[in-house]
Nanobody, 122 residues
């Protein structure tokens, strides 16, 4: 059974930075691909970034390219999302996700974290 726990959210001013962490437990093959989604207030949850097991491949939605960086440390069973130059539009509940396949991570990942709030003030 895979469990994901996010941390590092909070309130930050526009232009600031936050680093989210996702601590994972479970079989390595279930964590082959990991990713981040977010759900702004009143909107649907959307994909923002993904990473494969080795970290050699990363994927981003256009709205966060150049500002957000996804990474992982498999020795610590942890994935990260470094968020720089934050904007009020980045305000959302952020979820980490995991799946055995990089092909599914951006659409229908098998495991979700509980979510963590990020609020960016103007």
């Amino acid at each position: 059974q895979v469990e994901l726990v996010e941390s590092g959210g909070g309130l930050v001013q526009a232009g600031g930075s936050l680093r989210l962490s996702c601590a994972a437990s479970g079989r390595p093959n279930s964590l082959a691909a990991m990713g981040w989604f977010r759900q702004p207030p009143g909107e649907e949850r959307v994909f923002i970034a993904a990473i494969n097991w080795t970290g050699s491949s990363t994927y981003y939605t256009d709205s966060v390219k150049g500002r957000f960086t996804i990474s992982r440390d498999n020795d610590k069973n942890t994935m990260y999302l470094q968020m720089n130059n934050l904007e009020p539009a980045d305000t959302a509940v952020y979820y980490c996700a995991a799946d055995s396949s990089i092909l599914r991570i951006a659409t229908v990942p098998s495991t979700w974290g509980q979510g963590i709030q990020v609020t960016v003030s103007s």
